[in-house]
């Protein structure tokens, strides 16, 4: 019996690197993850927090249209599922409390609200937690945090 | 045999058969013509590669180039009447449903802006730091 794709949680710097950092020392371990998830062997997360992340990273590259295009067409690019906290009434919310109680692991803000994000996900399915800042996230998040290249490895051997 | 209007000669009912499905025929026709889309013919010069490049999508999609050209048209003219605000709203329903999203992205227009452009941060690091003030 064939196993499963595992699922992955993407950090923001995960899709940054593809479209914007294509000489960074970590572009082919980068790309060869993203291919895997897009081939299907494994399965992307990530949150609308990080979507919005990713825009606000290239909006000073990108006109309005671009940017637009760039919201709308990630998931599909990336064939990554796009997460959301709490219900959707056209605003995004989180919880005061829960959000302080990741900043109290000594997070930023918005680390804070990633892994909010990520505790709230089914974490048995979640296989790790990738960034190529997982240090930020090391011991904080229930599930484990890696880099792409440590994942990868992982998945080698 | 069926009498004719001034009941003076009869035609073979064949014969009224057959003229009353033309005329079933044609009324059906007409009306589906005038349903149609009105069109009109226009040309247009266009760079040879933009052309060869959209005869090889008609061909793998398997319809007529003007085809090809009137929903791509259909497309721009589409999302250029849809406010911003309904477009966000509608890629934030499908991105949150999973389903792909309904208008469909320019990414080579993206990816050609990126690469015209110059980075706000030198690496991937410092724009994560700066996007979650980790500094």
């Known amino acids: ?157 | 045999m069926v009498l004719c209007p001034d009941k003076t000669e009869r035609l073979p009912f064949a014969l009224v058969l057959h003229y009353s499905r033309l005329w079933i025929r044609n009324t059906i026709r007409n009306r589906m013509k005038a349903q149609r889309k009105k069109t009109v013919s226009l040309s247009a010069r266009l760079p040879i590669d933009l052309v060869e490049r959209a005869d090889r999508l008609a061909r793998e999609k398997g319809i007529p180039r003007s085809e090809l050209i009137e929903k791509g048209l259909a497309l721009l003219v589409e999302r250029d009447l849809m406010s911003e605000e309904e477009r966000l709203r509608l890629a934030t329903q499908a991105m949150r449903e999973g389903r792909p999203a309904p208008m469909q992205s320019n990414w080579s227009r993206i990816e050609e802006r990126i690469r015209e452009t110059k980075a706000r941060f030198k690496t991937a690091d410092e724009a994560m730091a700066q996007i979650r003030k980790r500094k």
């Open chain 1, 1 to 157: 019996m064939t196993k499963p794709p595992e699922t992955v949680f993407l950090d923001t710097d995960v899709f940054v690197i593809d479209l914007r950092y294509t000489t960074d020392t970590h572009f082919q371990d980068n790309r060869r993850l993203l291919e895997e998830i897009r081939s299907g062997k494994v399965t992307g997360l990530t949150s609308i927090y990080n979507v919005l992340e990713v825009c606000g990273i290239l909006s000073f590259n990108l006109g309005a249209e671009e940017l637009l295009d760039l919201y709308a067409g990630l998931a599909d690019r990336y064939s990554v599922r796009v997460v959301f906290p709490g219900s959707w009434d056209e605003s995004i919310s989180f919880s005061l409390p829960d959000i302080f109680k990741q900043i109290r692991k000594k997070m930023s803000f918005g680390d804070a609200l990633v892994a909010d994000i990520v505790e709230r996900q089914d974490t048995g399915r979640i296989r790790a937690f990738l960034s190529w800042s997982a240090k930020h996230f090391a011991g904080k998040l229930p599930v484990e945090a890696l880099t792409p290249k440590e994942f990868l490895r992982r998945q080698d051997g």
